[in-house]
């Protein structure tokens, strides 16, 4: 009876996550037609992921955020485990954030239109020249004062533990000359695993690190970068 009820409420949770996107893209969308993606892009923060997290019942705590100079450019590199880590980061940054993603996602209705819209950046990790010019416009938004956000596991943990990084994001963040801010989610897998959709209430946290000053790095450095924030993410996971 248990496993009656959790599935039946999951079942709930999804057709109300799924409401609450279908909802709320199109008025994004029209809001980023007149006003530019500023005012979409938070409106992640403050309409969709309370939502999410309300249908969920789970809370965020957020940890260290005051310490980070938000009027500045930024890359923050988060680890993965869970699809509600897209919801954390858009709830606990107080700017607007586009996100590195995987090029199939671009795809999806409504998540893919969204995203296009917004100017986050899509990866195409099957082809090299394409992703290397998709990097270039990552530094190009860097440059423009954006906040971008990566996870460079490139893909979600199944087991909780941070798997080794991809070097993509560090090199933009060299290019652009911008911070790099190792930030840790905790918890997210107990509340949506990474796989199927059994919802559990918990807390989720989200812990930012100090920044990683970049200025004066070179290519050559990129992999030494990936290590250090890799660790930093690990240890704020403690």
Sequence with gaps: ??????????????????????????????????????????????????????????????????????????????????????????????????????????????????ARAMGMVFIDRANAREARRRLGDAADRLRADATLIAFPEGTRSKDGTTGPFKGGAFQVAIEAGVPVVPVAIIGSGEVLPPSGFNVRPGTIRVRFGAPIDTRGMQASDRSALTQRARDAVIALQA
């Excluded at 009876?1 to 994004?28: C, D, E, K, S, Y």
């Design 1 to 114: 009876m248990v496993r009656l009820g959790w599935g039946a409420l999951n079942a709930l949770q999804a057709m109300f996550t799924i409401l609450v996107t279908v909802l709320g893209f199109p008025v994004a969308l029209l809001l980023g037609m007149f006003c530019g993606p500023a005012v979409p892009l938070r409106m992640a923060s403050w309409y969709w992921a309370p939502l999410l997290f309300a249908g969920a019942g789970a809370k965020l705590e957020v940890e260290g955020a005051e310490a980070i100079d938000w009027s500045r450019a930024q890359v923050l590199v988060a680890n993965h485990a869970s699809m509600f880590d897209i919801a954390a980061m858009f709830h606990a940054v107080p700017v607007p954030l586009r996100f590195m993603l995987k090029r199939e996602l671009a795809a999806m209705p409504f998540i893919g239109w969204y």
